[in-house]
């Protein structure tokens, strides 16, 4: 099969609201966090004023135990809030984080087959790994924080104004003027961490298709080009992390010569109004107090802020994948005619047209295939394989219909359809780490499954006996441990185990020796006394027991019959017989 890759599409609604609509479910404890960020700051907030009594009471010669003890006892407070607030912030962004993960994985094993397989698994990968945790420490340390240090920049800008106004206008001008200045660093910062986040992902997709080819890899002795081109990702992923660091650093340092500023301004202006008897000593000394205050939540609102911004970098590739197409739903499905095991089921295909974006590949196929093996034969890219997937309903047909026991497929609900057919796809590749969980992976009712006769069908029987492990030997997730042609039984043994009414086999006995090849298709043979078997091949050796061969060329049914009927009758059969499989579509121009 051949597959395009076009990047994941971009989803319409607008980050911010996506990332609001992440935070469903716990925004009252969110309105709980905020109260508690705040209180905390407001025991700061008192500080600087219990400071001023501290003086007053001085100047005024009399005890300062009370406010001394006041100002202790506020601190404390305020620390004890501080570590529960982050504690708690923490735990709510992995609590948000955990529900994104499972939607996300969710979102990808429910979408379509054709859009899943046009995406890179490596950068599906990414956005679940590395986005997701850009988006947790965006979520506890922004949301909240964003939200509770401009309130207390506010709060303490008020009470500024009630120390002494002219002051206060000086500390907002100066403020304004920072804000505007900090704008254009987030700007620059969520760029380029959109682009750093893309890099990563792009390295990933880069290693993960290296390491399924790579014994290609090594073979072909291309280890330093795919280190030069992964390594060209990884490079510029370092690039927009510096860039977006750059960012950040200008932005914070901003916000710390900010206060500085209003600090030393603050102080000289002071200074000349305490001297002119405009001001009093303890008020300048809150003032200043309050400058000083002012840094922590201006720093934390300038690091939220920033997290925030890429956090939304992060949220714009995580909804690219939250959006991504279910399978359509089948609403007006009836009920099952018969359950999986039930029996006979034929799939029909009438003047069915279909094509991978607008290419036409089956073009007005019109074949039966009932109880018995149908073999579908044809050069490369014929389409047997696209056969197949629509029989699955991986993607529905653009002419014509599909039948199953006469009810088209669109109007099955696909899980009770898919529930009635076992496939094998090209690659068999298995799932589960041992060979028993292999073998039962998706059966339907695994403890009474007959797995030891499902082994003897497939020949695999004698070399699991002689595993020291037996049935529990692990086999890795790709079952990379065992040969090809033993993956591809056991994946023949896990569609047999499913007991299903339609077997549809892709190249199953592709990697087989003759006499495996032999006992593998009389189990199939077997099968076909009673079910559907459809099996897609290159090797006609098959088709030789067949009860039905389909030759397709270009997309079309060039002719139907026994195998030997169309030795005998077709030429491009012939040719395909004889060499043991199809060179390309030419074939099936070149041959009347
Ligand atoms: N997902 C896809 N997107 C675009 N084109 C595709 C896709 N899958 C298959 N095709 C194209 O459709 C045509 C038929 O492919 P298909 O895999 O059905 O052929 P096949 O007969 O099974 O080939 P083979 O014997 O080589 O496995 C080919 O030209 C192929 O390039």
């Not at 298709?209 to 370092?238: H, M, N, P, W």
């Not at 339609?502 to 006992?519: C, G, I, P």
């Not at 050796?541 to 169309?566: M, P």
Request: proline share 4%.
């Amino acid at each position: 099969m051949s597959a395009d890759r076009p990047a994941i599409s971009t989803s319409g609604r607008g980050p911010v609201r996506s990332l609001w609509g992440y935070t469903r479910g716990i925004r009252v404890v969110l309105v709980g966090l905020l109260a508690l960020d705040l209180a905390a700051n407001a025991a700061a907030l008192i500080q600087p004023l219990a400071a001023r009594w501290v003086l007053d009471q001085l100047e005024a010669h009399r005890s300062v135990l009370g406010p001394a003890l006041m100002l202790a006892g506020v601190a404390a407070v305020g620390l004890v809030l501080v570590g529960l607030s982050t504690f708690l912030l923490e735990r709510t962004g992995q609590h948000v984080v955990r529900g994104v993960r499972r939607g996300l994985v969710g979102r990808v094993l429910h979408a379509e087959v054709g859009v899943v397989e046009r995406g890179a698994v490596g950068d599906f990968l990414s956005r679940l790994g590395s986005d997701t945790t850009l988006l947790e420490e965006d979520i506890a340390g922004s949301l909240v924080h964003a939200a509770a240090s401009p309130l207390t920049v506010v709060a303490a800008l008020v009470l500024m104004a009630t120390v002494d106004q002219p002051m206060f206008l000086l500390v907002v001008g100066m403020l304004t003027v920072t804000t505007v200045a900090e704008r254009w660093s987030f700007r620059w910062l969520s760029r380029a961490t959109e682009d750093a986040q893309a890099r990563v992902a792009g390295m990933l997709s880069g290693l993960q298709r290296a390491l399924i080819a790579f014994r290609t890899v090594k073979a072909s002795g291309t280890e330093d080009l795919e280190d030069r081109l992964i390594g060209q990702e990884a490079d510029s992923a370092y690039r927009a992390g510096v860039r977006a660091a750059r960012a950040r650093a200008i932005l914070e340092v901003v916000a710390m010569i900010a206060v500085d500023v209003t600090f030393l301004v603050v102080l000289a202006v002071g200074a000349a109004r305490v001297a002119s008897g405009d001001l009093g000593l303890p008020d300048l000394v809150a003032f200043l107090l309050y400058v000083i205050f002012l840094r922590d939540p201006i720093e934390t609102t300038t690091v939220a802020a920033a997290a925030l911004s890429a956090g939304l970098a992060a949220v714009k590739r995580i909804e690219e994948v939250r959006t991504l197409p279910p399978e359509p739903v089948t609403t007006h499905a009836g009920p099952p005619r018969a359950s999986a095991g039930g029996g006979p089921a034929d799939v029909r295909f009438e003047g069915v047209w279909f094509g991978y974006r607008g290419v036409p590949v089956l073009r007005d196929v019109t074949v039966g295939m009932g109880v018995g093996l149908t073999v579908l034969a044809g050069p490369s890219g014929s389409g047997k394989t696209t056969i197949l997937s629509l029989i699955e309903r991986f993607a529905d047909v653009e002419r014509g219909r599909i039948t199953l026991e006469g009810r088209d497929l669109r109007d099955l609900d696909r899980a009770e359809l898919r529930h009635r057919l076992a496939y094998v796809q090209q690659e068999a590749p298995l799932l589960g780490d041992t060979i028993r969980a292999a073998a039962l992976y998706g059966v339907p009712d695994p403890e009474h499954a007959d797995l030891g006769g499902a082994l003897r069908a497939v020949a695999l029987d004698d070399w699991v006996a002689r595993l020291p492990d037996g049935l529990d030997t692990v086999v890795g997730e790709r079952g990379v441990a065992i040969s090809g042609g033993q993956r591809q039984r056991l994946a023949v043994a896990r569609a047999l185990l499913r007991g299903a009414d339609v077997l549809l086999l892709d190249e199953a006995t592709s990697q087989l020796d003759a006499v495996s090849e032999r006992t593998l298709l009389d189990s199939v043979a077997h099968q076909a006394r009673t079910r559907t078997v459809i099996a897609a091949t290159h090797r006609l050796s098959v088709a030789a027991t067949a009860d039905q061969v389909v030759l397709l060329a270009n997309g079309r049914v060039r002719s139907i019959g026994l195998h030997d009927e169309l030795i005998r009758g077709d030429r491009l059969y012939r040719e395909l017989a004889s060499v043991g499989g199809g060179t390309g579509q030419e074939a099936g121009r070149d041959i009347p």
